[in-house]
């Protein structure tokens, strides 16, 4: 092993010389011997020792101080400071030089060698981590794809550059910001000083990917969308994020890998048009969107909200968030809140033991360990007593509860979806539904537009159900003439799908041949026929020509190309489903 060499910084030449007589009994070499400040920096670029040995007090324009310290900065050698003085300020002007030792005068062969073993050994260890400090940084800045670490406030700790490059902000922009501010999100920018704990935030997928992460879980790969305010973006922003959590310096962090697809993900809704996704049908954008969030929440393990009026299928929602994740495999368990009494509903949520009540004869499991590893489906949350709300808490905090007559705590694995056709927000502001619980179980949204709202869809579910009737009746075949798909697009439907479901079965007993007509459709619907003029009850007849010409002219869009027929919605959509070359041109 090479001796490490020492260069001495000493301007009285007595001390110099035992210095590099008790540095060379104990086995170092003498890099050279130098009297001044200036002589140290020129001596230390030339020979390149290992450590320099400085005298604090040196005579001449540049001290040991500032010798020491334009070496360390422009050499990036180790000093240690041998001096006869210690006073309080020359210690506080020594360390600005970052010095990796101090020697007073007179010192040992012990404190010497020691005190040099450590500098060297500090400085090796030191220069290790500052390669491994820019190999990181190198990487974390590499990495094409935007990086950023963000505290538990939300506030960005650091960023790469491409995330610098991607988002059009600056490092020192960033630091210290909250997420949403960097993001332009509406709901941040709306309450300044918060992100992350506001009610606009509850379904928010960044605040859900750093509270996973900073819990000790991950996440892959999650769409998220978020309405922007920043001029640098459209007005809904949408982001695929990964996220993991890392534990440093005593603080929880969260790693964001953040991409922005929002050009990407417009792209696919214009080429994608799905008709229908783990059996609920439409294709209108608030039902793709709707599709996309089951999809995103699927293998995630957060309740869920499913809101809208009665009929709108939340059920089934309920279920494709269950089919299409990790539990599939596992039971889907659902109950009807408002339909089951308070006094037997606890007993139906968690069970009994025989003997708890008149009637107990025996020990029942309930439905939350029914659906242990799976789903349990709560419609008509709205409609819990607050009795009942708060065991439900319980269960949801704790992940365990009794059964009724019982005193052992039964511990459950289960994903909770919730549906409701009430104002929980209402509910809570008037005191019939408890706040803390509305946030457990409110944590990802969905809400189901009526069917008014998505008349277009209209054509697609009603073909779909006249499809199952048929199959139910043992193949029958039957089809919806134009002039009941017109008044069904023009009908209010208070009812939703469950309305439209009931008229199709009505009318599908009332028809005896292959269509069903106006006059096959239940009473509730005459005022619609009476209303409809006689030319919109006469089917009129369109060419492939004129279809193709509307459609240019109405840049693709099927309403304004039926306005422009002068028909109806539903008669373009059958001449389309007719004539698949004139779609496909579409």
Not at 73 to 85: G, K, N, R
Not at 229 to 240: G, K, M
Not at 280 to 291: L, R
Request: glycine share 8%; proline share 4%.
């Amino acid at each position: 092993m090479p001796k490490k060499s020492i260069l001495i910084v000493e301007d009285e030449g007595l001390v110099a010389k035992d210095v590099q007589n008790r540095l060379v009994s104990q086995g170092y070499g003498i890099a050279g011997w130098v009297i001044s400040g200036e002589s140290a920096i020129a001596e230390a670029e030339r020979s390149s020792p290992d450590l320099v040995l400085m005298d604090i007090h040196l005579k001449g324009s540049v001290d040991g101080i500032k010798a020491a310290e334009t070496i360390r900065e422009q050499l990036d050698l180790p000093v240690v400071f041998v001096t006869s003085l210690a006073d309080d300020d020359t210690l506080e002007r020594a360390k600005v030089a970052d010095p990796f030792g101090f020697i007073l005068k007179p010192f040992s062969d012990r404190d010497l060698h020691s005190t040099i073993e450590i500098a060297l050994y500090k400085h090796q260890l030191d220069r290790s981590l500052r390669d491994q400090q820019a190999f990181l940084n190198a990487v974390f800045g590499g990495v094409p794809c935007s990086i950023i670490v963000v505290g538990s406030d939300h506030r960005i700790r650091m960023v790469n550059r491409e995330f610098v490059d991607a988002f059009d902000v600056t490092e020192d922009e960033s630091f210290g910001s909250r997420i949403g501010d960097v993001l332009g999100c509406a709901t941040a920018l709306e309450s300044p000083g918060r992100c992350g704990n506001l009610d606009g935030c509850e379904g928010c997928k960044v605040h859900i990917a750093i509270k996973t992460a900073i819990e000790g879980h991950t996440t892959r790969k999650v769409h998220c969308r978020i309405d922007s305010r920043d001029t640098r973006y459209s007005r809904q922003l949408t982001l695929q994020l990964s996220s993991a959590g890392l534990h440093h310096r005593g603080e929880d962090l969260a790693i964001l890998i953040m991409e922005d697809i929002t050009e990407l993900a417009s792209l696919r809704r214009l080429l994608t048009a799905e008709k229908s996704f783990a059996g609920i049908v439409g294709a209108t954008p608030a039902m793709v969107e709707i599709f996309n969030t089951i999809r995103e929440i699927a293998d995630l393990n957060v309740p869920a909200m499913v809101l809208g009026e009665s009929g709108t299928g939340k059920e089934l929602v309920a279920g494709a968030i269950h089919s299409q994740g990790a539990r599939s495999r596992k039971p889907f368990v659902p109950v009807n809140c408002g339909a089951i009494p308070d006094g037997l509903l606890e007993s139906e949520l968690f069970g009994h033991e025989r003997g708890a009540f008149t009637g107990a004869v025996r020990e029942r499991k309930g439905r939350f360990q029914l659906a242990h590893g799976g789903t349990i489906f709560l419609d008509e949350i709205g409609d819990l007593s607050p009795a009942m709300q708060v065991k439900l808490l319980r269960v949801l905090q704790e992940g365990s509860f009794e059964r009724v007559g019982g005193e052992k705590s039964v511990t459950v694995d289960v994903r909770v979806v919730c549906a409701t056709n009430k104002d929980l927000r209402h509910e809570v502001e008037i005191g019939n539904f408890r706040e803390d619980l509305f946030y457990r179980l409110c944590v990802v949204p969905i809400t189901l537009p009526p069917l008014r709202d998505r008349i277009d869809d209209l054509p697609l579910i009603s073909e779909f159900i006249v499809e199952k009737e048929s199959a139910i009746s043992g193949g029958r075949l039957v089809s919806l003439s134009p002039e009941v798909l017109e008044i069904f697009m023009a009908y209010a439907w208070p009812g939703n799908i469950r309305e439209l479901q009931n008229a199709i079965r009505y009318a599908f007993i009332k028809c005896m041949a292959g269509v069903i007509l106006p006059e096959h459709l239940p009473p509730s619907f005459s005022r619609v026929v009476a209303g409809l003029s006689p030319a919109k009850k006469v089917r009129k007849s369109l060419t492939e020509e004129a279809v193709v010409e509307a459609l240019e002219k109405a840049e693709g869009n099927r309403s304004e190309a039926a306005r422009g027929l002068d028909v109806s919605r539903a008669t373009l959509y059958r001449f389309l489903a007719e004539h698949p070359n004139v779609a496909a041109g579409d």
